[in-house]
């Protein structure tokens, strides 16, 4: 009996289709490059074109920098447990204690300074809407939720 085994997934780094997009962003903003420095020789050109003729080799650049880093991620994702690594890249992180600041705790219900400054909260909230009734005008000696 003969085991044929499904063939193992290309890795992402090779795949043909990824290659053909970057070299084609790549060369597209390089074209594109080439059209603003055209643009910029010719009688209405600006400088905006130069800054344009600038940007685009950037973009291309960018874009074969971010493959390669692809390439590394993938790479470094598909190496084998078994390969040495150092304490420090095994050892769980964690920020050391007194980096940050601690956070605050609530108040007691019971405390009574907490309770008193509630009640003088209270009663500024009273004033304040007893002095808004009267200076609308309205006297009314008690009021109604509803």
């Known amino acids: 009996m003969e085991c044929v085994s499904a063939p193992s997934p290309r890795p992402a780094h090779n795949r043909p289709a990824l290659i053909a997009l970057v070299i084609v962003v790549a060369l597209g903003c390089l074209a594109l490059a080439w059209w603003q ?7 209405s050109g600006t400088g905006q074109n130069l800054g344009y003729a600038m940007q685009w080799p950037l973009f291309a650049a960018f874009a074969v920098f971010a493959y390669v880093r692809f390439v590394r991620l993938e790479r470094e994702a598909e190496e084998p447990a078994s390969a040495p690594r150092t304490a420090a890249s095994v050892a769980p992180r964690e920020i050391p204690a007194g980096i940050l600041p601690e956070r605050p705790k609530a108040a007691p219900a019971d405390d009574p300074e907490t309770v008193a400054y ?18 609308a005008g309205l006297h009314a000696t008690e009021r109604n939720a509803g």
Request: glycine residues 0%; hydrophobic residues 40%; negative net charge.
């Open 37 to 43: 420095w055209e643009r910029f020789e010719s009688a």
């Open 118 to 135: 509630n009640q003088y909260l209270v009663q500024l909230h009273a004033n304040d809407i007893d002095a808004q009734v009267r200076s």
